[in-house]
């Protein structure tokens, strides 16, 4: 049986982002084997055993980061003998991508994709979607939708109660929403809604959220550092609505069309890492994401819920 390889590093988000374009590489490509590569990463890590994504990928490869764990990749991907190479990491410099051309090239792959892929519109074109193109340059956005989605499924959530879900975590601090403002929303959440709060986070949040539950709210539950994968995902999964910062989160939603709310810095190029779903709405103001008003946010969601 010939043997794919797909190469995407970093978070879950980036993970999330390339779905449908494995997905798209499973359909042209169904009786091969396919193996994802990806540096290491602790929430990534658990999708070998705990995702099931229609079986588009068979193997997930994970390596160190730095030059030992590099040199030790490139002998273990030798001995795979991969028919093909997909590339699907975000575009770099001219001079990174004959780097990583090269590195792959040692692997004596007969054929490569994507590694000098240059999309004319790539300031404005999604991520998820340019990833599409890199493997199928005529590909037909129409049908998109059937790509985008997650087929893990659960018996029952975790949480029996209508709730909704606050994702106060993010990978850089200039693309976050400031503590005032998570602060602001919830008190109005719970002046103007019946449903119950959950903070969704990593370690690194535990501490700001029991700033924002300081005071006695009994409709408040922080899961900041509590959930492995799956139960992340559930949680997501059976909320009402997400409102998120600019994180892996985000795309999860995307995944189960989700009603999102999207708090975007004005940094990264317009529309590339927007959730693919029409169910989402984004802000991003051109002042930054602090500047957005929790007032904004709750009449957003109220009109989504369809509470006024």
Same mark, same amino acid.
């Given at each position: 049986m010939k043997k794919i390889l797909c190469i995407r590093n970093s978070k879950l988000g980036d993970y999330i982002i390339a779905i449908p374009a494995i997905k798209l590489i499973r359909k042209k490509n169904l009786n091969c084997k396919i193996y994802y590569l990806s540096s290491k990463n602790n929430f990534v890590k658990e999708l070998?055993?705990? @995702? $099931?994504? !229609? &079986?588009?990928?068979?193997?997930? @490869?994970?390596?160190?980061?730095?030059? #030992?764990?590099?040199?030790?990749?490139?002998?273990?991907?030798?001995?795979?003998?991969?028919?093909?190479?997909?590339?699907?990491?975000? &575009?770099?410099?001219?001079?990174? /991508?004959?780097?990583?051309?090269?590195?792959?090239? %040692? @692997? +004596?792959?007969?054929?490569?994709?994507?590694?000098?892929?240059? /999309?004319?519109?790539?300031?404005?074109?999604?991520?998820? +979607?340019?990833?599409?193109?890199?493997? $199928?340059?005529k590909y037909n956005d129409?049908?998109?939708?059937?790509?985008?989605? %997650?087929?893990?499924?659960?018996?029952?959530?975790? @949480? +029996?109660? +209508?709730?909704?879900?606050?994702?106060?975590?993010?990978?850089?601090? #200039?693309? /976050?929403?400031?503590?005032? &403002?998570?602060?602001?929303?919830? !008190?109005? %959440? %719970?002046?103007?809604? &019946?449903?119950?709060?959950?903070?969704?986070?990593? /370690?690194?949040d535990i501490i700001s959220a029991k700033y924002l539950i300081k005071k006695n709210r009994n409709r408040i539950i922080s899961y900041c550092g509590k959930t492995n994968l799956v139960q992340l995902f559930n949680l997501i999964r059976y909320t009402k609505i997400h409102i998120t910062n600019d994180n892996g989160s985000m795309h999860v939603a995307s995944l189960y069309k989700k009603n999102i709310i999207c708090l975007f810095n004005n940094h990264d190029p317009w529309g590339k890492w927007f959730p693919s779903n029409k169910e989402a709405v984004i802000i991003r103001p051109n002042n930054g994401v602090d500047n957005i008003s929790p007032y904004k946010v709750l009449k957003i969601l109220l009109k989504s819920l369809n509470l006024v």
């Amino acid at each position: 049986m010939k043997k794919i390889l797909c190469i995407r590093n970093s978070k879950l988000g980036d993970y999330i982002i390339a779905i449908p374009a494995i997905k798209l590489i499973r359909k042209k490509n169904l009786n091969c084997k396919i193996y994802y590569l990806s540096s290491k990463n602790n929430f990534v890590k658990e999708l070998p055993s705990k @995702i $099931e994504n !229609d &079986n588009i990928v068979n193997k997930f @490869i994970f390596y160190e980061h730095n030059l #030992v764990g590099i040199i030790k990749l490139l002998y273990k991907l030798r001995n795979f003998h991969f028919h093909k190479i997909y590339y699907l990491n975000e &575009n770099s410099s001219f001079l990174r /991508n004959i780097r990583n051309y090269f590195f792959y090239l %040692l @692997i +004596k792959t007969k054929k490569r994709i994507g590694f000098f892929y240059k /999309n004319k519109d790539y300031k404005k074109f999604n991520e998820s +979607k340019q990833l599409i193109q890199r493997v $199928e340059p005529k590909y037909n956005d129409l049908n998109f939708s059937t790509l985008n989605k %997650l087929s893990l499924s659960f018996s029952s959530p975790i @949480i +029996k109660k +209508k709730y909704l879900t606050l994702s106060i975590s993010g990978f850089s601090q #200039v693309k /976050n929403w400031n503590l005032k &403002n998570w602060s602001r929303l919830i !008190d109005l %959440l %719970l002046a103007n809604s &019946n449903l119950n709060i959950v903070i969704l986070g990593t /370690n690194h949040d535990i501490i700001s959220a029991k700033y924002l539950i300081k005071k006695n709210r009994n409709r408040i539950i922080s899961y900041c550092g509590k959930t492995n994968l799956v139960q992340l995902f559930n949680l997501i999964r059976y909320t009402k609505i997400h409102i998120t910062n600019d994180n892996g989160s985000m795309h999860v939603a995307s995944l189960y069309k989700k009603n999102i709310i999207c708090l975007f810095n004005n940094h990264d190029p317009w529309g590339k890492w927007f959730p693919s779903n029409k169910e989402a709405v984004i802000i991003r103001p051109n002042n930054g994401v602090d500047n957005i008003s929790p007032y904004k946010v709750l009449k957003i969601l109220l009109k989504s819920l369809n509470l006024v």
